[in-house]
């Protein structure tokens, strides 16, 4: 199994940025790709963006050009790098790994982040 720790939300005023870290430890082979996903009150789990072992990433069409995700893969961490943040923005970010020839999917327990107006 691998188990996912996220850290770095917070409370930020629009325009402004945060950075989101999460660490994998645990059977860390299994994973190929690592990022991040995030639930907004009332709303279901919306997939945000991530990045593979071989460093290709995708992105949500409306963080585009503001989250920028990044890996460290000899730590196994994935950043996400937000600026430019947006009230809507707001929610709660869960960190998500896996590996999709195999079907397998971890999650971590997620990180708040509210962007104030």
């Known amino acids: 199994q691998v188990q996912l720790v996220e850290s770095g939300g917070g409370l930020v005023l629009a325009g402004g940025s945060l950075r989101l870290s999460c660490a994998a430890s645990?059977?860390?082979?299994?994973?190929?790709?690592m990022g991040w996903y995030r639930q907004a009150p009332g709303k279901e789990r919306e997939w945000v963006a991530r990045?593979?072992?071989?460093?290709?990433?995708n992105y949500v069409d409306s963080v585009k050009g503001r989250f920028t995700i990044s890996r460290d893969n000899a730590k196994n961490t994935v950043t996400l790098q937000m600026n430019s943040l947006r009230p809507e923005d707001t929610a709660v970010y869960y960190c998500?790994?896996?590996?999709?020839?195999?079907?397998?999917?971890?999650w971590g327990q997620g990180t708040q982040v509210t962007v104030s107006s």
């Open positions: 645990g059977s860390t082979r299994l994973i190929n790709f």
């Open positions: 990045i593979f072992t071989d460093g290709v990433a």
């Open positions: 998500n790994a896996g590996d999709f020839r195999y079907s397998r999917d971890f």
